[in-house]
């Protein structure tokens, strides 16, 4: 199947590969166990089954648009940093190899329970080359030295980066709001007033906001940001989804629509004391969430509902919620 982008814009010369089974789900998400979001009008678009193998959730969407930029540009390596308990690393590992790119990851310390561990262990098994520093700042300062690591045969790596939010990743988060408002559409769910996410590198958030707008739909983005390591707020995201505008402007789209940081919201609320760090309220949500059969993380998801929750009575419903989580 075409992607909804290259039915919208039939001239686009933006290359996509399909890596997972859409539409993902919607429906009512009731009986969570959490009584503020039995008062909310709330939805869920269930990305977690989203992929092949290995692993799902929102960094496959990203990379069906990253994985055939990349062949286009003849690079062998995609070089891309994370935390060490980085899904988007393990993806890009994962799906890059079964299209013949090799990873190289500069990871960074985060704190470390059973999730990371656990991520670890996959990172491990999954074919990247990982190269673990304790801070930031000591990744920033070993860049050359990577760049050199992940040069293949004269080719220089092509750099991602966190989280694959570049304005080809975030395509990926495009086209997913084009598929909601096909199921809109259909009468799969009523139009939502809100869409919530949690930000992490930012492309899922900007990338709903200029697809939402692609398709007329009034819904506006609540990004519930769980990244203090870079700036994230509404003019850091509204630029990514400009950035992304343009590059489907630059490859034959019309009419799209510009967007600014009036057209999202963009709050910390939910963070905590850092990234990487459950909160309270992002473990209870894990926890209720798996007693109604869904498995959530404390680092992103569980945040975002925990800000669903928090904000009950006071978000314009219906809204719908996005489980971007997927652990196979
Ligand atoms: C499960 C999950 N949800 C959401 C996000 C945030 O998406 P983005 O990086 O596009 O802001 C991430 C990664 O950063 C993630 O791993």
Not at 69 to 92: D, P, S
Not at 93 to 120: I, N
Not at 158 to 184: C, D, I, R
Not at 241 to 259: E, N, S, Y
Request: net charge neutral; glycine share 14%.
């Amino acid at each position: 199947m075409a992607s909804y982008l290259a039915e919208r814009f039939p001239g686009l010369t933006l290359p996509h590969v399909r890596l997972g089974n859409g539409p993902t789900p919607v429906h009512r998400l009731e009986g969570v166990g959490v009584p503020e979001l039995d008062e909310v009008d709330l939805w869920i678009k269930d990305e977690s089954g989203y992929g092949g193998g290995g692993w799902g959730g929102n960094k496959v969407r990203k990379l069906e648009w990253l994985i055939p930029e990349a062949q286009r540009r003849g690079v062998r390596t995609l070089l891309t940093v994370g935390g060490i308990g980085t899904h988007w690393g393990l993806a890009c590992a994962l799906y890059g190899r079964e299209h013949g790119l090799s990873t190289v990851l500069g990871l960074v310390d985060q704190p470390v329970d059973d999730h990371v561990r656990g991520q670890l262990a996959r990172l491990a098994a999954s074919g990247a080359e990982l190269h673990r520093f304790r801070t930031a700042r000591r990744l920033r300062l070993a860049a050359p030295w990577l760049v050199v690591r992940g040069t293949s045969h004269g080719r220089l790596p092509w750099y991602l980066p966190a989280g694959g939010s570049n304005p080809h990743g975030t395509l990926g988060y495009v086209e997913t709001a084009l598929e909601v408002a096909a199921q809109v559409a259909a009468g799969e769910l009523p139009e939502p007033a809100t869409v919530v996410v949690p930000v992490g590198s930012g492309g899922t958030a900007a990338g709903l906001v200029l697809g939402l707008r692609l398709a007329g739909l009034r819904t506006r983005v609540l990004g519930a940001v769980v990244n203090d390591a870079f700036r994230l707020d509404a003019p850091v995201l509204a630029r990514l989804a400009r950035r992304t505008a343009d590059l489907l402007r630059d490859h034959g789209a019309q009419d799209v629509p510009t967007i600014g940081s009036g057209d999202l919201v963009a709050r910390s609320d939910w963070l905590g004391t850092t990234y990487g760090d459950p909160t309270p309220a992002s473990t209870r949500m894990v926890a209720a969430a798996a007693g109604a059969g869904l498995e959530l993380e404390p680092v992103y998801t569980g945040k975002a509902l925990a800000a669903v929750a928090d904000l009950a009575g006071e978000l314009p419903g219906p809204v719908l919620w996005l489980n971007t989580h997927g652990p196979r």
